[in-house]
């Protein structure tokens, strides 16, 4: 594989200086960018532009051809387990993700299986292969995967919901049985992300999307406990570097330290907490990423530099910050107010790194 040209998202991950904060955006490669939509219309569906690498290649790669961000992710969905275990995933228009065989009974979790990463998953891991060649060691390529408990919320709902009926309802009912559920998804995404390093991914990220709806004691047994698991599961070298590992869960402002002890690298914030109290909470344990409000980006550009240095201002000092927003961009923003926002960061970070 080629030298890493770029290193400085990864050693922020690992809180080695650097010479400015290493930025990038979670859904980076989207709707926002007119590339991106061209691209998904040639595809035909999101998941066939998810299955055929050259195009995953293709939108991984545009938000970096745009702006100067200091890491690519892979260009996939959460849902690809799920799927891959044939809950039969599709795409409704105006209604997001649904499964046509949700998960709602002990004979439907007994069928679940742990899928073959080289063989269901085969099209994600010739993606990840794809693009690691194209960037030839432009910047870091991070693979990703959702929580166990994220991952069960769509299953058992059979797709996305407001009241958590469904899955609350097996938690607190049947808790042997979201334990069962829970542990082969959290054998699966242990799998999956192993693969995904195997194929090229030089840091994994774990979207824990919904932990943040649960009790904190719920939180710690039904969330934390699974993506305990996979860390401790996970092969943490490649290409002669440690392969760093970050955790975010939305809304989980409440359990940095618990999720600190999980022994993953860093922790990702969304914008409910400050960053400065999140560092004076964890201290030197792990790194952080993020946090600014994406709806930050609807501003005037000026705005934008004011949020990016307020936020630069409250974590001081020092290497342990990757800047991201505090969730996904959002679809309507316009793409020269994502760019101010990177350049910023850059420009306005120098000065805390010496």
Not at 209 to 234: A, C, H, N
Not at 273 to 280: E, K, M, Q, T, Y
Not at 318 to 325: D, I, P, T, Y
């Amino acid at each position: 594989m080629s030298e890493l040209k770029n290193d400085r998202f990864l050693r922020a991950l690992l809180k080695q200086p650097v010479d400015v904060t290493p930025v990038w955006m979670m859904r980076q490669a989207g709707r926002y960018l007119p590339e991106y939509r061209a691209t998904r219309e040639k595809a035909g569906s999101f998941m066939d532009l998810c299955k055929n690498a050259e195009l995953a290649c293709e939108v991984t790669l545009q938000p970096l051809d745009r702006f100067p961000l200091d890491a690519a992710i892979l260009f996939s969905d959460i849902l690809t387990i799920p799927d891959a275990m044939g809950l039969g995933l599709r795409f409704a228009a105006g209604e997001g993700p649904v499964f046509d065989k949700p998960v709602r009974s002990e004979a439907d979790v007994k069928k679940l299986f742990v899928p073959d990463p080289e063989g269901e998953l085969q099209y994600v891991m010739n993606a990840v292969r794809t693009i690691r060649q194209a960037l030839n060691g432009r910047v870091p390529l991070i693979g990703f995967s959702g929580s166990p408990w994220t991952l069960a919320t769509y299953m058992v709902e059979g797709g996305g919901t407001k009241d958590y009926a469904k899955v609350k309802g097996m938690m607190f009912d049947r808790p042997d049985l979201m334990h069962r559920l829970l542990d082969t998804v959290a054998q699966s995404v242990t799998s999956y992300l192993n693969a995904q390093i195997a194929a090229g991914a030089q840091a994994v990220q774990i979207f824990d999307t919904w932990g943040g709806v649960l009790t904190p004691r719920d939180y710690k047994e039904f969330s934390l406990r699974y993506m305990q698991q996979i860390v401790d599961g996970l092969s943490r070298e490649n290409d002669g570097r440690r392969v760093p590992v970050i955790l975010f869960t939305k809304g989980g402002g409440q359990w940095l330290e618990a999720m600190a002890d999980t022994g993953c690298d860093a922790l990702g914030l969304d914008w409910t907490i400050d960053v400065g109290a999140a560092r004076a909470r964890v201290g030197d344990k792990v790194a952080l990423q993020g946090n600014m409000d994406p709806s930050t980006l609807y501003a005037a550009p000026e705005r934008i530099r004011q949020e990016v240095a307020i936020i630069l201002e409250s974590y001081g000092k020092g290497s342990g910050h990757v800047f991201n927003l505090g969730h996904g961009i959002h679809q309507h923003v316009n793409p020269d107010h994502a760019g101010a926002f990177v350049e910023a960061v850059h420009e306005l970070s120098a000065k805390y790194h010496n």
